[in-house]
């Protein structure tokens, strides 16, 4: 018996691949020309590309011969860089465009062709060789083309340049990619202070691991902030001392407040027993309500849901209410939202791991919500 190898089975005949290729060549050829001395002509000049190394004569040919199969062949031994760029945005044909901007590594006139040229297939395919920083995040912003500044969005690296797209920027859509490239916890920490888009907002904050960071937003940012820091956090000085300041301060209906006593809830011992420590995780999102003239309202959709692992174990929807009538200086803010916490409490009440003893040591809890959540088990 003779075992052969696995490669050598598979393994081209040698020269195989330039015979495939000039195999490919002819096809072309006899398929464009309808005379033997047509085809023969042509033949003869790719020859002549394909034995020539003087970048001027290649140049000359990628730009003037006028047949596309010659100047694609000529395109694909140039190197010049300024003849490449020629050729990427003025040839008649797609292939030979492409096959130039290819060539092309110099990375200022990448940058001129994406500034300079109308096609955006153009702009886009050079976007995707570039490399320089600063000319992406200018393409990003600056493109007329959405599809070319998500492409140089997509390609941007530095953390400074995206957090000045994600507050700069007017697209809400670019503002948003730029927020999930970001791995920067002080420049999301930013974001989470300097924006006045909650969706903004909201996503840097869930983005943000640093606790220290964290702390501190549940003291200085804005209620968007605040909320999303409270279910982040995991100090839970941190939390009572806020919970406490909310007391005094504020309603205690208001949806910050609310989150902060959930969270130290989380923290009751018969919960800790029965449950383990749970997960609070917060879905913050825009709605809105057509009036008449055309004219919108938008408020607040908030969901909490507390979790063991991946499994959900409580889950509730609170959403701005939105009032019958409004006037145009309503247009321009967004309705908050309250959150009410004794749902989902007795949602995770109604778990079987709790026993009577349970609800009677939750009954003495100082958070208002436990407290009535648990006297209604008993």
């Known amino acids: 018996m003779v075992v052969g190898s696995k490669s050598s089975v598979h393994q081209p005949l040698p020269g195989m691949e330039d015979l495939l290729k000039n195999l490919a060549v002819l096809i072309i050829i006899f398929g464009l020309c309808t005379c033997w001395g047509c085809a023969g002509s042509l033949k003869k000049r790719i020859d002549t590309v394909e034995g020539l ?64 040229e109308r096609n955006a297939n153009v702009r886009k395919a050079a976007v995707e060789k570039l490399t320089d920083q600063t000319a992406l995040a200018n ?38 990619a730029a927020v999930e490239k970001l791995t920067d916890q002080t420049l999301l920490a930013n974001i989470a202070v300097s924006s006045k888009n909650e969706i ?114 409580a889950q509730r929807t609170d959403r701005a209410v939105f009032p019958d009538r409004t006037s145009d200086s309503e247009m321009s803010s967004i309705i908050p939202t309250s959150v009410h916490i004794e749902g989902i409490l007795a949602q995770l009440f109604n778990s079987q791991k709790f026993i009577r003893d349970d609800f009677v040591e939750l009954a003495h809890s100082t958070i208002p919500e436990v407290k009535k959540a648990a006297e209604a088990k008993l």
């Open 200 to 313: 903004l907002i909201f996503q840097a904050v869930s983005k943000i691991n640093n606790q220290i960071l964290l702390s501190k937003l549940i003291t200085e940012g804005n209620p968007t902030a605040q909320l999303v820091a409270l279910s982040r956090t995991d100090d839970i000085s941190a939390i009572r001392r806020f919970a406490a300041l909310v007391e005094s301060q504020l309603d205690k209906m208001d949806k910050v407040g609310a989150v902060a006593r959930l969270k130290l809830a989380m923290s009751e011992p018969p919960i800790i027993r029965k449950l383990g420590k749970l997960q609070l995780l917060i879905d913050f999102s825009v709605i809105s309500r057509r009036y008449p003239q055309g004219k919108n309202l938008e408020g607040e959709e908030i969901t909490l849901s507390l979790q063991s692992g991946d499994n959900i174990l």
């Open 139 to 176: 393409i990003a912003v600056s493109d007329k083309n959405s599809e070319v500044r998500r492409t140089a969005l997509g390609r941007l690296t530095d953390q400074t340049l995206l957090a000045n797209i994600a507050l700069s920027e007017k697209d809400i859509n670019i503002q948003k």
């Open 53 to 116: 190394t003087d970048q001027v004569e290649l140049s000359k040919m990628a730009v003037s011969d006028e047949n596309y199969i010659v100047r694609w062949e000529a395109v694909d031994k140039l190197n010049d860089q300024t003849a490449l760029a020629t050729i990427a945005v003025s040839d008649k044909e797609e292939i030979v465009r492409n096959a130039a901007l290819n060539r092309i590594t110099d990375q200022v006139i990448l940058t001129n062709i994406v500034l300079s």
